[in-house]
């Protein structure tokens, strides 16, 4: 700690006052940071005093690591189904996080995330309906689909530039 190009994304944030900043991974979770709870810090004392500090995280580590992960301003856990069985297909793990045990010890507003696929399609509404009865106030399904091919209504879309220039493969 501090990460290399720290200096570069603080000023970038402070120069721009951009409003959030999220702490995900791509082929890692942010909560396998050992010094998380120490950037956390960092930015806090750097920071302009409106920036939130949001996590993006797959849960699993969640309640091992509570203390720090309360200290970010909201986070958002991508679980794709409560089944197991569907959950390793997913995951690559049979262990679902206890999204009951996060949301009754966690002080921060948590949102749930769902890429939908082959695996849940079929599970994503009773999914959705168990988040809602857990207490999940916005629980977001993401579907990697081309937009040329959408029906129906959507509140945001997100268009990845690479699928739909050479196709998902």
Do not use: W
Request: with cysteine.
């Amino acid at each position: 700690l501090p990460p290399l190009g720290i200096e570069a994304l603080i000023s970038v944030v402070n120069q721009h006052a951009i409003p959030e900043v999220v702490f995900t991974g791509t082929t890692s979770d942010p909560q396998l940071y050992r010094f998380e709870g120490e950037l956390l810090e960092l930015l806090r004392g750097r920071l302009h005093p409106r920036a939130r500090l949001s996590v993006h995280t797959n849960g699993a580590r969640t309640l091992d690591r509570l203390e720090v992960f309360n200290r970010y301003d909201r986070a958002c856990l991508s679980i794709p189904s409560f089944c197991p069985d569907i959950y390793e297909a997913m995951m690559g793990s049979r262990k679902v996080p206890d999204l009951a045990a996060i949301l009754a010890k966690t002080t921060v507003p948590v949102k749930v995330s769902a890429v939908v696929n082959e695996h849940n399609a079929s599970d994503i509404e009773a999914f959705v309906a168990e988040c809602r009865e857990l207490g999940v106030r916005r629980c977001t399904r993401v579907e990697l689909r081309d937009y040329r091919d959408l029906t129906g209504r959507y509140d945001r879309i997100a268009s990845i530039e690479m699928c739909e220039a050479v196709g998902e493969r």
